[in-house]
């Protein structure tokens, strides 16, 4: 049995109740939450649903299967987020009544050296939130070229030197196999103070061994179909990139973020916006400083 202080342990999920008041749960609806982890949020929906209503939760990490929830209303998906049609396919679910989605990543994940997600810790550069997945950062900084390394660092970490950062970990390359979290800081160059740089190199590497942002794309689509009128969409962000593909998929219900408009200039998004990009109070960033960077996006179906 799992009990709160070991979910707490996992990850605290930010604006929870904002998060659950957005989804407008109906007691007997069908919820979808893409990303389990501790299981804060799904707890949290469980407590609003009836017997007649259902949650399935998606988590690629198996580690998250230990917060299981002992409930016959719920269902654990071990998959990626992005297969959200199939498995809805799957257990015959034609529609759904609402579906969360917490873009960022448990404290289990920082706070486990041995994943090797974060620079604070010697540990091998791995980075898999699916760990039977094949391609690990070490694979991707060893054998990308110069020019897609700069490429990622940029788009991914929003690092404007991330040219020289690429040309570094390059040269250094040659010389021995950048292997654990130590080597990768060694051979970017990076100096240890500049913590907010090292934070940004190393999300990027994350985005791409697990190509969120490609899953985010899939995921959002499969959604807007899934989702019955009057249905609601929230999803909490944690970095620009992320942030404005939703941003700009709620507003106009499409991936390139084209508002169309009927004749009469009417938007035909299928979307309403509910909450628009709301942050943290200053009281819930005082008791957990990572959400300060989350921004909650909720929409409703048409």
């Known amino acids: 049995m799992v009990n709160d202080s070991m979910v707490n342990a996992y990850h605290i999920p930010a604006m929870l109740a904002e998060t659950i008041e957005g989804l407008n749960i109906q007691p007997d609806g069908v919820y979808v939450d893409v990303t389990f982890g501790g299981g804060g949020h799904s707890r949290a929906i469980m407590k609003d649903l009836h017997d007649g209503g259902q949650l399935f939760s998606f988590d690629q990490d198996a580690d998250a299967l230990s917060n299981a929830i002992d409930d016959p209303r719920w269902t654990f998906v071990h998959s990626n987020f992005r297969y959200l049609r199939n498995w809805m396919d799957y257990y015959g679910i034609e529609e759904i009544d609402g579906l969360l989605a917490d873009l960022g990543v448990s404290f289990h994940h920082f706070d486990c050296p041995e994943r090797g997600f974060s620079f604070r810790f010697s540990a091998p550069l791995d980075m898999r939130m699916n760990q039977t997945a094949k391609r690990t950062a070490a694979d991707i900084v060893n054998s990308y070229s110069e020019e897609d390394l700069a490429q990622i660092f940029y788009l991914y970490g929003e690092l404007k030197n991330g040219r020289a950062i ?133 929409a409703e179906k048409k």
């Open 166 to 298: 690429a040309k570094n970990i390059c040269r250094a390359r040659t010389q021995k196999a950048i292997e654990r979290t130590e080597d990768l800081v060694a051979a970017s160059r990076i100096p240890a103070e500049m913590s907010k740089e090292l934070a940004r190199l190393f999300q990027a590497l994350r985005i791409e061994v697990n190509d969120e942002m490609g899953a985010l794309r899939e995921m959002l689509v499969a959604a807007r179909d899934l989702l019955k009128p009057g249905g609601r969409i929230a999803i909490l962000t944690y970095h620009s990139l992320e942030d404005r593909l939703v941003k700009n998929f709620l507003r106009s219900g499409n991936l390139e973020g084209t508002i169309e408009k009927d004749f009469y200039g009417n938007n035909l998004s299928p979307f309403t916006l509910i909450e628009k990009g709301r942050e943290a109070s200053q009281e819930e960033v005082a008791r957990n400083p990572r959400s300060r960077s989350a921004k909650l996006r909720v």
